[in-house]
């Protein structure tokens, strides 16, 4: 699956052509050549049919001989693709970008508890406990980049743990989601004691098999990030109002 994060000059024009499109110096129905790409973003031209192919798997751009590449209105773009909602975590678009991805996370997620605790296997019940234990031992000291992965890494293995390839497919969805939370700021300085310990029940749950304990905890945790998230972000907004004046 695609994502902007990573090493690779078509992922560095990918972000480009993301920053591009959010801020509107790309528009529907911008066409260019491949010349035109290139002399833009200053790439070969094998990077720059790279980057088309991916732009039209993700139904932002549309390639058609003698017409040249087409940029495609916003709505025909793949929703769940994690190029783009990398770039709209990047754009003016965060915060609503997040809200949407915790509002499918809080149908999906406990879901996908509920079966962990009746599918996982030993080694991802461990894998569990161990991401639960690391964030325990990083979120009080404020240790968010390390935090961050101990986070990734719990929900894709619950997400995985679900025996679901539809449900562990969300995985990436959700690390973006995580990675952008935290890489703007909208991660509060020392994470909730309470979220914490909710992720160390879940893995608890899932071990023992108590299928809704750990459906109903997920959720808890899930609409917690939203409500912490939201807060700082509104926090945010009213400094930059406060300081307009």
Do not use: C
Not at 64 to 72: A, D, F, S
Not at 149 to 173: K, Y
């Amino acid at each position: 699956m695609t994502s902007t994060r990573g090493g690779g000059l078509h992922h560095t024009v990918l972000t480009q052509i993301g920053s591009d499109l959010m801020d509107g110096r790309l528009s529907a129905g911008d066409v260019f050549s491949m010349e035109q790409f290139e002399a833009r973003y200053g790439v070969s031209r094998t990077v720059v049919r790279e980057v088309i192919k991916v732009l039209e798997s993700i139904g932002v751009a549309s390639s058609r001989r003698r017409v040249g590449v087409t940029i495609q209105p916003e709505d025909s773009w793949e929703a769940l693709s994690p190029v783009i909602i990398h770039w709209r975590l990047e754009g003016p678009q965060r915060l609503s970008q997040l809200r949407e991805v915790s509002e499918l996370r809080r149908g999906i997620e406990p879901q996908a508890a509920r079966l962990a605790s009746q599918r996982a296997t030993a080694e991802q019940v461990e894998q569990l406990r161990a991401a639960a234990s690391g964030m325990a031992s990083t979120g009080p000291r404020g240790d968010l980049w390390p935090y961050l992965q101990h986070d990734i890494d719990f929900h894709r293995t619950l997400l995985e743990a679900s025996g679901n390839a539809l449900l562990s497919g969300f995985a990436p969805f959700v690390a973006e989601a995580l990675t952008g939370r935290t890489e703007h700021d909208l991660m509060p300085q020392i994470p909730e004691q309470r979220a914490i310990d909710w992720h160390v029940e879940v893995a608890a749950a899932v071990a023992a098999g108590h299928a809704e304990l750990a459906e109903e905890t997920t959720r808890r945790i899930v609409t917690e990030a939203q409500a912490a998230m939201e807060d700082v972000g509104g926090e945010e907004g009213a400094a930059k109002e406060a300081a307009k004046e």
